[in-house]
């Protein structure tokens, strides 16, 4: 009995240090490491090292680096240009050759490294300001010299570091403090995160210097930065999609890891809802292997094939290519998910073989190594989820046949609302690979400039806003239903419902009724995967008072051909498909020209729209079946 009593004492105390341990404010009079204390801290490069040496894919990684690196020192300085509203742009070049530089140093000991970065860093310190009219900037920019300062402290000489940590204090810090610049301390999405994670970067690199100012900010960030870490909880779901996932969540994993390494502590943040799930979700975002052309992201950029890459579920602002994804090596240190780096190792793999620059343009690059010296490649394992449901604002579901069969049915369907962060008129809509092509595609997003300098006001979200104009953005550019040629009704909300998974079926519903208050009573979409063989679309319509036309639409790259009123065979790289339509209605087999009348719209060279013109009576329920049958 006294046993238990004194075991139940030691539980009960492990837990309250525990959450003390959480909960603790940081102080002025807080311990911190000796520099450098930044995500990778004094000594840390020999366990590096060593596994760098003894794993054949980290060696080559590194050897890229160091390599970039080489290239580095010749680069012509960063000069302030600014782009519109942005100089983020230069902000991420001189964090990535800041963090590569760096890190070179800190592998090999070459002075030729450090003094690189030492001037970069003096450049940037010259600058007038870091446009802290776009927070952004500000963030990037003192988290690159935070990160450069701290890793190259007994490097730098005096004067350099006295230079260096006043611009980081003046343009970065001192800019923080006044919270009239400082709207994302209460956003819930990417720039939260950003910001957060760069401004606490340059506090912790600069603690000794102001230890109560820059203990102010660390936990101003702790509590700031659990507002964008709510939309985690809707089993790990991002709602602003697969690119600012990365953008959004490693800047939240540097902030825990900066924590972590310098306190002990993450302070409860890795287990918020939904956090830890999250690489899940970004995984799940990726299709299988497929060959692809894919569409151009500016005018003067031509089709640009890609052979064995997937593509990603690129709803709203994202990109269509899927990439190396850094943060995902940092998940798997966490909670040995052996199975998270099933895509990334054959990515990474992919790229180093095949288009080492590509990979070099990422500024996390060198953390991969970081985060994953203790990761043991020989024991990654294949995924085994196949079916994958988020819901709040940007929910949407995958269902996928298997993840390394080559005649793989990978579907992603969209639901949510259409006005938070980043989020296009797609509300119901679908992507859809089969035999290694992606037959049904999201054109993603266009670049902001390339709008923003036609005078486009992208980020204002009503129902008359010109960016419902743009033609990417607006739900005739999306793989769902249009009534009457009108666009969608912002203030809809929809679900992803009644997931089934079963043998020869997985499937779900969404009701997509509010996006059509005056045309529509209900419509409801149900999408299938039937014997791992075909995908079925089912869409139960009521009209209301006056007859309905409908466009049923789907972007591809595929050749059509219109087989008669209801059937389309598609062909595209010696595959074919055949969609088909069956219903009480008047349905007409169509395709649509994806060339924009507007001059401000990117070219969507090498796509085209097809689908079905669907009549439906007023005050009438018709049930329409769509499938999409690989041949």
């Given at each position: 009995?006294?046993?238990?009593?004194?075991?139940?004492?030691?539980?009960?105390?492990?837990?309250f240090?525990?959450?003390?341990?959480?909960?603790?404010?940081?102080?002025g009079?807080?311990v911190?490491?000796?520099?450098?204390?930044?995500?990778?801290l004094?000594?840390?490069?020999?366990?590096?090292k060593?596994?760098?040496?003894?794993?054949?894919?980290?060696?080559?990684?590194?050897?890229?680096?160091?390599?970039?690196?080489?290239?580095?020192?010749?680069?012509?300085?960063?000069?302030?240009?600014?782009?519109?509203?942005?100089?983020?742009?230069?902000?991420a070049?001189?964090?990535?050759?800041?963090?590569?530089?760096?890190?070179?140093?800190?592998?090999?000991?070459?002075?030729?490294?450090?003094?690189?970065?030492?001037?970069?860093?003096?450049?940037m310190?010259?600058f007038?300001?870091?446009?802290?009219?776009?927070?952004?900037?500000?963030?990037?920019?003192?988290?690159?010299?935070?990160?450069?300062?701290?890793?190259?402290?007994?490097?730098?000489?005096?004067?350099?570091?006295?230079?260096?940590?006043?611009?980081?204090?003046?343009?970065?810090?001192?800019?923080?403090?006044?919270?009239?610049?400082c709207?994302?301390?209460?956003?819930?999405?990417?720039?939260?995160?950003v910001?957060?994670?760069?401004?606490?970067?340059?506090?912790?690199?600069?603690?000794?210097?102001?230890?109560?100012?820059?203990?102010?900010?660390?936990?101003?960030?702790?509590k700031?930065?659990?507002?964008?870490?709510?939309?985690?909880?809707?089993n790990?779901?991002?709602?602003?999609?697969?690119?600012?996932?990365?953008?959004?969540?490693?800047?939240?994993?540097?902030?825990?890891?900066?924590?972590?390494?310098?306190?002990?502590?993450?302070?409860?943040?890795?287990?918020?809802?939904?956090?830890?799930?999250?690489?899940?979700?970004?995984?799940?975002?990726?299709?299988?292997?497929t060959?692809?052309y894919?569409?151009?992201?500016k005018?003067?950029?031509?089709?640009?094939?890609?052979?064995?890459?997937?593509?990603?579920?690129?709803?709203?602002?994202?990109?269509?290519?899927?990439?190396?994804?850094?943060?995902?090596?940092?998940?798997?240190?966490?909670?040995?998910?052996?199975?998270?780096?099933?895509?990334?190792?054959?990515?990474?793999?992919?790229?180093?073989?095949?288009?080492?620059?590509?990979?070099?343009?990422?500024f996390?690059?060198?953390?991969?190594?970081?985060?994953?010296?203790?990761?043991?490649?020989?024991?990654?394992?294949?995924?085994?989820?196949?079916?994958?449901?988020?819901?709040?604002?940007?929910?949407?579901?995958?269902?996928?046949?298997?993840?390394?069969?080559?005649?793989?049915i990978?579907?992603?369907?969209?639901?949510?609302?259409?006005?938070?962060?980043?989020?296009?008129?797609?509300?119901?809509?679908?992507?859809?690979?089969?035999?290694?092509?992606r037959?049904?595609?999201?054109?993603?997003?266009?670049?902001?400039?390339?709008?923003?300098?036609?005078?486009?006001?992208?980020?204002?979200?009503?129902?008359?806003?010109?960016?419902?104009?743009?033609?990417?953005?607006?739900?005739?550019?999306?793989?769902?239903?249009?009534?009457?040629?009108?666009?969608?009704?912002?203030?809809?909300?929809?679900?992803?419902?009644?997931?089934?998974?079963?043998?020869?079926?997985?499937?779900?519903?969404?009701?997509?009724?509010?996006?059509?208050?005056?045309?529509?009573?209900?419509?409801?979409?149900?999408?299938s995967?039937?014997?791992?063989?075909?995908?079925?679309?089912?869409?139960?319509?009521?009209?209301?008072?006056?007859?309905?036309?409908i466009?049923?639409?789907?972007?591809?790259?595929?050749?059509?051909?219109?087989?008669?009123n209801?059937?389309?065979?598609?062909?595209?790289?010696?595959?074919?498909?055949?969609?088909?339509?069956?219903?009480?209605?008047?349905?007409?087999?169509?395709?649509?020209?994806?060339?924009?009348?507007?001059?401000?719209?990117?070219?969507?060279?090498?796509?085209?729209?097809?689908?079905?013109?669907?009549?439906?009576?007023?005050?009438?329920?018709?049930?329409?079946?769509?499938?999409?049958?690989?041949?």
């Amino acid at each position: 009995m006294q046993i238990k009593k004194i075991t139940l004492f030691i539980f009960l105390l492990f837990c309250f240090l525990t959450l003390f341990s959480q909960q603790v404010e940081i102080t002025g009079k807080s311990v911190v490491p000796n520099h450098p204390r930044l995500l990778m801290l004094k000594g840390e490069e020999r366990e590096i090292k060593k596994r760098v040496l003894a794993e054949p894919l980290f060696r080559d990684l590194q050897h890229l680096i160091i390599k970039e690196s080489d290239k580095m020192l010749v680069l012509p300085t960063i000069t302030r240009n600014q782009i519109g509203r942005r100089i983020l742009h230069t902000s991420a070049e001189a964090k990535r050759r800041i963090i590569y530089l760096s890190y070179s140093f800190r592998m090999t000991g070459n002075k030729a490294y450090a003094k690189a970065a030492e001037k970069v860093m003096l450049d940037m310190s010259k600058f007038e300001d870091w446009n802290p009219s776009h927070f952004l900037d500000v963030a990037e920019m003192t988290a690159a010299l935070a990160i450069g300062y701290d890793w190259l402290y007994d490097e730098l000489p005096s004067s350099s570091k006295e230079n260096i940590a006043q611009a980081i204090q003046k343009m970065g810090l001192d800019e923080a403090k006044d919270e009239k610049k400082c709207w994302w301390l209460g956003a819930d999405m990417n720039w939260n995160q950003v910001c957060n994670a760069g401004i606490s970067l340059g506090a912790l690199a600069l603690f000794e210097n102001d230890p109560s100012g820059s203990a102010a900010l660390l936990n101003r960030a702790l509590k700031s930065i659990k507002i964008p870490m709510t939309v985690y909880k809707n089993n790990g779901a991002y709602p602003e999609g697969y690119a600012y996932w990365v953008f959004g969540t490693v800047n939240n994993v540097i902030l825990i890891d900066m924590f972590e390494k310098a306190f002990k502590s993450d302070f409860g943040l890795r287990e918020l809802p939904g956090f830890m799930k999250t690489a899940e979700f970004e995984q799940q975002m990726e299709g299988p292997q497929t060959v692809q052309y894919l569409i151009p992201m500016k005018n003067s950029i031509e089709n640009e094939p890609f052979n064995l890459v997937s593509q990603s579920f690129s709803f709203g602002d994202a990109r269509i290519k899927t990439g190396v994804l850094t943060p995902m090596y940092w998940f798997a240190s966490k909670d040995k998910g052996n199975n998270l780096l099933w895509n990334e190792v054959r990515k990474l793999k992919r790229e180093l073989g095949r288009n080492p620059e590509a990979l070099t343009k990422d500024f996390t690059l060198p953390f991969l190594l970081v985060w994953a010296y203790q990761i043991d490649l020989n024991k990654i394992t294949v995924p085994t989820e196949k079916m994958y449901v988020g819901q709040g604002k940007g929910a949407m579901a995958v269902m996928r046949t298997s993840w390394d069969a080559p005649n793989a049915i990978y579907l992603g369907v969209k639901a949510g609302t259409e006005t938070h962060s980043h989020a296009h008129m797609d509300a119901g809509s679908f992507v859809m690979d089969a035999n290694g092509v992606r037959w049904a595609m999201d054109f993603g997003m266009q670049e902001y400039e390339s709008l923003e300098s036609k005078g486009i006001d992208l980020f204002k979200m009503t129902q008359e806003s010109p960016r419902w104009d743009v033609f990417r953005l607006n739900n005739l550019a999306h793989n769902t239903l249009t009534f009457n040629n009108k666009k969608h009704w912002i203030a809809g909300v929809s679900t992803i419902d009644n997931p089934v998974e079963k043998e020869g079926l997985m499937s779900v519903k969404t009701d997509i009724s509010s996006f059509f208050p005056t045309d529509a009573k209900k419509v409801v979409r149900t999408f299938s995967i039937i014997d791992n063989n075909y995908v079925q679309i089912q869409d139960r319509i009521v009209t209301a008072e006056k007859q309905d036309t409908i466009r049923w639409n789907m972007l591809t790259t595929a050749i059509p051909e219109i087989k008669n009123n209801k059937t389309i065979l598609l062909k595209q790289n010696g595959k074919e498909l055949l969609l088909s339509m069956e219903g009480d209605a008047t349905i007409q087999a169509k395709s649509w020209t994806t060339v924009s009348k507007n001059s401000y719209d990117a070219s969507n060279r090498g796509s085209v729209f097809v689908g079905f013109e669907i009549i439906i009576p007023e005050n009438s329920e018709r049930t329409i079946n769509s499938t999409l049958k690989p041949l």
